[in-house]
Every structure is written in structure tokens, then in C-alpha cells.
């Protein structure tokens, strides 16, 4: 599995999964869960507890929306790609009114048309972007875009999902508010949870926000402190994927985000110049806006994309992902997340596209 996510996971993750279930009422799982929590906090190199959300990332990212934004926010959509533009619906729902600064999708954001857009409207109250939009694989300049964010002081929520933990970035070093991630990308585990970093305003604001779920399966607040001891899960915790992200992120620790983050690299290096070298042509329009969790590239002319997936899966095993909304049709996408970042899987990559391309004539 070379997928965009989700990945194939770790072995020890695969048996994390077996483990027998464990009954949240009693003190002891409190216990265990809060240990996971301490984890997922040294992980993310957060001050605070993260939250989990018993749900896939696109629940954490729901609710970072419905929780952070007001009815009377303004709220700046930056968009580079299908899940940047995807977040405009939540926005509407819950905002005043939104913005939209947009770049082509083989394309990165400008951080100066971040601030631009701020001065032009002093009234943006909340800002989202993706960082690394999956079905392009550009990186989006996050850190310096967050900078310009708290200048202004507006708030910040970022899609952080298919590149934390694959790559170095964090929380706090891009200034988020709120930060969503998934353990069913770069960490390797199984899909089913929301990882999700809140910082100290952000929760102020949270708690200030009328219009905040609570006592609904969207709510972040009622995560908030829910292992504490004596306190008390809103719903039975996901107890397998639970055991799972421990798991994962035991193995994250064991190894070293920095090594771990190499290892990505190396991969991703490895197919893009394979890729150019066999006279491929990249998605991102240019090499240092490429992800090194994902690597996208074009379609060669006289391919079909879906055909193309379908004959590396039958004839050599390899499945990799196809485009997706914008992208479908014009891309191939190579995952380099979690146990698939290992330098040899582009060699075997390219070799299998490389037989399969040839033997279609093209
Ligand atoms: C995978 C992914 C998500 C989460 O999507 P799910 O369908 O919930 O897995 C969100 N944002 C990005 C950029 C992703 O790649």
C-alpha cells in the first residue's frame, strides 16, 4: 500500500488492535487513556492536553469549525487544493461571512496574500488553511503564513493530516489555535480517530462561543479534561484505535520524529527525481512545493488514470491513489506515510509504473 492514507500500519499497531477491550468506567482506563493523552501531547509538542475525537479527521476538523467559529466571524478560506476549498462549507455554516484568497491547485499560497487580505479586511476574526493539500501534494508555507495570522490576531485552524508527523511540523510552530491530524497517515496507525491541538485563546474562545456544540458528538468541549481522574468520557472512548495510536505513537517516540521525518524524505526524494529522470511530469509546478509525504504526478498522455492504478495493483501488488475532486482523472499519487516511507518502495514503485507504462506503448 503506497496509498495517500489510509496507510498501511505498522505491525505492532496491527496487533494493538488485538488487544483484548478494555471496560472506560473503571479508574485504570482513565489511567491508560490519560498516558495516551501525555503521549500525544510530548508527540505534538504541546504545553496543553490534546483531544481526541472518536471519530476520522474530518470529524476534528468539522468540529474545530463548529466549535471556534461564531456567527459574527469573518473567516479568511485559504485555498490551494480540494480539502482547502472543502472547509468553506463549515465555515458558511457557522460564520458571518467568508473570504476566499485561492491559488491555482498545482500551486502554494502566497503568505503575502495572506496579509493583504488581512489588511484589506481588518474584520477577519478566523483564519483555515490546509497544510498539506493530499490530492495535490503541495506543502502550503504554514509557519510563515500562522506569523502573519497572529500579527493580526486573528485565530487559526489548520488541516494538518496528511503531514504531521511525516514532516516537521507542529502546533505551536505554525501558531494554530486549532490543529487537526490523523493517525492514518503519517503515524502509520488505523483510521477512526481526530487528533487535536487547541491552544489556551482557542479554548476562550471556545468556551465564549454560544454557538459551541455541547452535549453533541461534533463537541470538542466536552473532550476537554475527559481523562482527568474522576471525570468522565461524553462516549465509550474507540478502544481499539485507542491501542492502536498508542501503539503508533510508542513507535514514533522509539524511533524520532526527526529520523522519522528523514525517512520520509528520502522516499519522496527518491520518487520525484525517479519520476523526472523517466520523463514523468509533476503535479506541484515546482519541486520545492512538494510534499514529502505524498507525491503527485500527471497522467502521461495515451494513460488513463484508473486503468493505470488497476494494472499496478494486478500485475505487481502496488496500489497507489488516484486524484481527487479537481485532480481526478489528471493524477497519480504516490504515499510515502507512515511504514511505506522507506527509500526502496520507489525503486519497486518505479520499476512496476515503469512496466506497465511501457508495455501500454506510451
Ligand atoms: C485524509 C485527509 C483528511 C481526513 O479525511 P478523512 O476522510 O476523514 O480520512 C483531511 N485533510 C487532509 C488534507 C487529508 O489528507
Redesign the pocket.
Known amino acids: 500500500m503506497l496509498t495517500?492514507?489510509?496507510v498501511e500500519a505498522y505491525p505492532q499497531v496491527l496487533a494493538a488492535l488485538g488487544r483484548p477491550m478494555q471496560y472506560d468506567y473503571l479508574p485504570a482506563y482513565q489511567d491508560y487513556y490519560a498516558g495516551v493523552i501525555a503521549r500525544l501531547r510530548r508527540v505534538l509538542r504541546m504545553d496543553d492536553d490534546p483531544v481526541i475525537m472518536q471519530g476520522?479527521?474530518?470529524?476534528g476538523?468539522e468540529a474545530a469549525a463548529a466549535a471556534l467559529i461564531g456567527d459574527g466571524d469573518v473567516v479568511l478560506n485559504i485555498v490551494s487544493g480540494v480539502?482547502g476549498k472543502g472547509f468553506e462549507t463549515w465555515a458558511r455554516r457557522h460564520g458571518r461571512e467568508v473570504v476566499e484568497i485561492a491559488a491555482p491547485f498545482d500551486e502554494v499560497v502566497d503568505p503575502q496574500a495572506v496579509r493583504a487580505a488581512l489588511r484589506q479586511r481588518p474584520d477577519i476574526s478566523i483564519v483555515s488553511i490546509?497544510h498539506?493539500?493530499?490530492p495535490s501534494g503541495t506543502i502550503n508555507p504554514v509557519e510563515e503564513i500562522g506569523a502573519i495570522v497572529a500579527e493580526h490576531g486573528a485565530y487559526l485552524i489548520v488541516?494538518a493530516?496528511?503531514s504531521f508527523g511525516g514532516m516537521d511540523i507542529f502546533p505551536q510552530s505554525c501558531a494554530a489555535d486549532i490543529f487537526v491530524t490523523?493517525p492514518?497517515?503519517c503515524l502509520g496507525s488505523a483510521?477512526g480517530l481526530s487528533l487535536v491541538a487547541v491552544s489556551e485563546r482557542g479554548w476562550r474562545k471556545i468556551e465564549a462561543n454560544p454557538a459551541a456544540p455541547r452535549a453533541s458528538f461534533l463537541s470538542l468541549a466536552d473532550w476537554r479534561g475527559a481523562s482527568r481522574p474522576g471525570a468522565a468520557f461524553p462516549v465509550t472512548p474507540s478502544i481499539a484505535e485507542i491501542h492502536a495510536l498508542d501503539a503508533a505513537l510508542d513507535l514514533h517516540e522509539a524511533e524520532g520524529a526527526e529520523n522519522v521525518w528523514a525517512r520520509h524524505a528520502a522516499t519522496a526524494a527518491a520518487t520525484r527525481r525517479g519520476l523526472l529522470d523517466l520523463g514523468y511530469e509533476l503535479w506541484p509546478r515546482r519541486p520545492e512545493w512538494c510534499s514529502p509525504t505524498a507525491t503527485v504526478f500527471r497522467v502521461p498522455e495515451g494513460c488513463d488514470a484508473t486503468e493505470l492504478r488497476n494494472r499496478l495493483v494486478r500485475e505487481h501488488e502496488i496500489l497507489i491513489s488516484l486524484g481527487r475532486g479537481a485532480t481526478a482523472g489528471k493524477v497519480l499519487r504516490v504515499g510515502h506515510m507512515g511504514p511505506a516511507a522507506r527509500p526502496e518502495n520507489a525503486t519497486k514503485f518505479l520499476a512496476a509504473l515503469e512496466s506497465v507504462v511501457s508495455r501500454q506503448g506510451v
Do not use: F, N, Q
Not at 56 to 59: D, G, M, P, T, Y
Open positions: 495517500t492514507g489510509p476520522e479527521a474530518i470529524l476538523i480539502y490546509c498539506h493539500d493530499t488541516d493530516v496528511s490523523s492514518s497517515k483510521p
